[in-house]
């Protein structure tokens, strides 16, 4: 049986962060019941909703389960419960469903006891953490709500309400970030015993206000403080070694867990595997296509409103993007990929694309199985470019 996972974007944050320029709004909370209305509307018609804006779900959809759903955002923690329970009752009445996976993005001061003992009872059994740094001096600069305290106390209120998966984010590259707060962040997650770490590389987007200081300089966003690439390596290649120390398995390039915490849902997106995507904003992976919904949260609502699919972009997958795709992918994971299968697969001979990324010792080969060269993660993304010449 073909198993599906679901992703739901909750496109609205408590304020804006000075890096990001995501599709999230500072909205009223009165905005929050429409748009969960919308997203039930496009969970349950789904089917007539996709042939009508030309979305062709492939036969295996027919009997598919799924098995993990994701709450993304945004700060999805700031719905009210019974708003998340909506949208999951109504993924268990369209859909066969065996949630062995369902987490929830949440911002550590959103975190209340009452809500996390509803999350609990609603079937959420994970949560992922935005920490993004234990010193408050960054906390402040990147314009977070949360300081240290708050994620001392809401880890404390997870524990309590039963939530035995929990992961953190950190991100390598904030204002004011030094080898040293760096290093200490890493030492307050471990006291904290998260089973699932990311760490992100900080990518200042131009549109976000931190961006714009980059670009035309200013002191407001502190844009002179920012770590250079170089410490933003160290800082990663810190990470490395202190995770798996910590007892740590680095399974992708971003992310660690203790064994058996491997984000089940996020491995969908590096295998390829197909995922439907909920919400203004979300993309999905039939296949055969990949397609995303308009990402405006108001275009969105008043197109599913009027029976719309609200597709902005939508992609057959070919041959040749598959095959770029499942190297792209596939290297992220740190077991590498079966490049004989690939060949075997695609009909391609693919000793020309890795003979010269060998000899470099960018990557690695043992037999059929290439990997990133462990000593070459920090600069993945130029490997990638060598890859993709
Ligand atoms: S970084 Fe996350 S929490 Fe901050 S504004 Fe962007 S989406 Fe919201």
């Known amino acids: 049986m073909t198993k599906v996972g679901i992703y739901v974007q909750v496109p609205f944050c408590q304020t804006k962060c000075t890096y990001c320029n995501f599709h999230t709004g500072v909205v009223s909370s009165g905005r929050f019941a429409p748009y969960v209305d919308a997203v039930c509307r496009e969970i349950r018609g789904h089917r007539a909703l996709y042939r009508g804006a030309g979305v062709e779900l492939p036969v295996e959809f027919e009997n598919a389960a799924v098995d993990t759903v994701y709450f993304g955002g945004g700060t999805p923690s700031l719905l009210e419960p019974e708003l998340l329970e909506r949208m999951i009752a109504a993924i268990r009445e369209t ?10 993005e949440a911002d550590p001061e959103t975190i209340q006891a009452a809500k996390a003992a509803a999350w609990a009872r609603s079937g959420i059994n994970r949560v992922s953490f935005g920490v993004q740094s234990f010193s408050d001096k960054e906390l402040v600069a990147a314009g977070r ?3 240290q305290a708050d994620i001392y106390r809401a880890a404390g209120i997870l524990r309590a309400a039963g939530i035995k998966n929990i992961s953190f984010d950190l991100i390598a590259g904030l204002p004011y970030q030094t080898k040293e707060s760096w290093r200490e962040s890493l030492e307050e997650l471990e006291k904290l015993q998260p089973e699932h770490v990311s760490v992100y590389l900080l990518e200042v987007d131009e549109g976000s206000r931190l961006g714009k200081e980059l670009l035309v300089g200013g002191a407001r966003y ?3 403080a920012v770590p250079s690439d170089d410490d933003m390596a160290d800082f990663y290649e810190t990470s490395c070694e202190f995770l798996g120390a910590a007892g740590y398995h680095h399974y992708e390039i971003s992310n660690w867990a203790k064994p ?6 996020n491995l969908k997106y590096w295998r390829r595997e ?5 919400g203004a904003g979300a993309h999905s992976f039939s296949g055969t296509q990949r397609w995303a919904n308009a990402h405006d ?4 609502v008043a197109a599913i409103e009027t029976g719309q699919m609200p597709v902005e972009q939508l992609e057959p997958v070919t041959r040749e993007s598959a095959l770029e795709e499942e190297l792209f992918l596939g290297l992220r994971q740190l077991d590498g990929i079966d490049v004989g ?3 075997r697969e695609y009909g391609v001979g693919l000793g020309t694309r890795f003979g010269p990324l060998e000899s470099a010792g960018l990557v690695e080969r043992a037999g059929d199985v290439v990997r990133l060269a462990p000593a070459r993660l920090s600069i ?8 993709m010449k």
């Open 341 to 343: 299968r690939i060949e």
């Open 222 to 224: 502190s844009a002179g």
């Open 260 to 265: 058996g915490f491997e984000s089940k849902h």
């Open 145 to 147: 709500m949360h300081r």
């Open 297 to 300: 949260a108001a275009n969105y």
């Open 95 to 104: 859909f066969a469903a065996d949630l062995s996976e369902l987490t929830l």
């Open 274 to 278: 197909p995922y439907l995507g909920f």
């Open 380 to 387: 993945s993304n130029e490997v990638f470019v060598e890859l």
